[in-house]
């Protein structure tokens, strides 16, 4: 075999290993990615629920794409408000944590300072976290840190911290 031949074989040998190399490290780091707190996309949510405090839950329900309070008397929702909440569904976990690993009065979930159920799906909302502006919420037995922007807001349209 001629020199340029053989240089030309290691070099496409060495492209092949890096490219090889790059795709394991791009599987990689997508397998190690937290993804989102439920797998369920928001405009797939169709019935919601939200307690926040001791107050007691509000139910919601999606008919023909407008959200209704279905609490006593039918009523139509805010739908922005709502669909805020059935976005929670897809917030990008910061990182999970098994419910094992924490003392959940220590991070406000005994008892939950917020419960949404979404399909079904519980989420209990904690404390705001010592780290920066992330919340601790319970998803079974795990725990996730999510933005604090995920968190639900009651439906006086008000801004209040969940945790006063």
């Not at 976990?93 to 959940?104: C, G, K, Q, Y």
Request: avoid cysteine; charge should be positive; hydrophobic fraction near 45%.
């Amino acid at each position: 075999m001629r020199r340029a031949a053989r240089q030309r074989l290691g070099w496409a040998v060495a492209v092949l290993v890096l490219l090889a190399l790059a795709a394991w490290q791009w599987r990689s780091d997508a397998s190690a990615e937290p993804g989102s707190v439920l797998d369920l996309a928001p405009e797939q949510v169709t019935h919601i629920a939200l307690r926040i405090g001791g107050a007691p839950a509000l139910h919601y329900a999606r008919r023909d794409g407008q959200w209704w309070q279905t609490d006593g008397t039918p009523r139509r929702a805010d739908d922005g408000r709502l669909a805020e909440l059935a976005a929670t569904a897809a917030a990008p976990v910061l990182a999970w944590r098994a419910a094992a690993d924490f003392d959940p009065a220590k991070i406000g979930l005994a008892p939950p300072q917020a419960v949404l159920s979404l399909d079904g799906h519980t989420l209990e909302f904690g404390a705001t976290a010592a780290t920066g502006e992330q919340r601790y919420v319970r998803v079974g037995q795990r725990i996730a840190l999510l933005p604090e922007r995920y968190s639900p807001r009651p439906p006086t349209g008000k801004v209040r911290d969940l945790d006063r």
